[in-house]
């Protein structure tokens, strides 16, 4: 079965400082990977997807994610973070067998002043 | 282009009570998928609809139900409410089953 593990709940960085939120997942094939983010009390932003091709795949907000096949990661990456980044983030591959998406259980990213 | 809309945004009800919540999909999607957020979690797949049929659904029992209109908005349903249903609805459209989902805001159901 598919399945996606973001294993930081919780991650602090200080502004202009670089991030990285890691994702790890199970699919048994070549996936399509998403990172969605989600502001406190809305609902989720696409920052950025895989399909095929070059694994470094850049985003809104000026993220960027690479997908690495030997370490099945699809790791979420920032030079230098700014406090509107503050929110949680969601790393997502499509169930196999239907269309819906399944998710890890999100990183909340604080950043300090 | 309008984005996904949902409505309400927070509604409040009572257990054993009916809820009926709403999404208008994005211009030019025939999809919408919907899925249950609980707090601190990441969201659980309900059921997707797709060009009017049901085309898919979660591990949730059948007290949850929905449509979509020939328009490609949709209404997910919730009978019988349970204090765990309270949670934030997230409606997602896109242009294929298979293809990107979009996410609306949200609606904040609590049952008290």
């Known amino acids: 079965a598919q399945s996606v593990t973001q294993p930081d709940i919780h991650i602090t960085v200080s502004e202009g400082a670089s991030l990285e939120l890691r994702c790890n997942y199970s699919?048994?094939?070549?996936?399509?990977l998403f990172w969605y983010v989600q502001s406190p009390g809305q609902g989720l932003q696409l920052l950025l997807k895989?399909?095929?091709?070059?694994?470094l795949v850049q985003g809104i907000k000026g993220f960027e994610a690479e997908f690495k096949r030997s370490q099945s990661s699809f790791n979420l990456r920032k030079p230098s973070v700014h406090w509107s980044d503050a929110a949680e983030y969601f790393c997502a591959v499509p169930d196999r067998s239907q269309g819906n998406l399944i998710f890890g259980k999100g990183t909340k990213l604080s950043v300090k002043p | 282009e309008t984005g996904v809309t949902q409505s309400p945004t927070h509604l409040i009800k009572t257990r054993g009570q009916q809820v009926t919540l709403r999404c208008s999909s994005q211009?030019?999607?025939?999809?919408v998928s919907w899925y249950q957020q609980a707090l601190g979690q990441g969201p659980q797949f309900i059921f997707q609809?797709?060009?009017?049929?049901?085309?898919g659904r979660g591990n949730f029992p059948p007290r949850f139900s929905g449509l979509q209109f020939p328009n490609y908005s949709s209404e997910l349903n919730v009978n019988a409410l349970e204090l765990d249903d309270s949670a934030l609805y997230l409606c997602a459209s896109s242009r294929d089953s298979q293809e990107t989902q979009y996410f609306g805001p949200g609606t904040r159901l609590l049952v008290l």
């Open positions: 699919y048994g094939a070549t996936p399509y």
């Open positions: 895989y399909f095929s091709g070059d694994t």
């Open positions: 609809y797709y060009r009017e049929e049901e085309n």
């Open positions: 211009s030019g999607h025939n999809t």
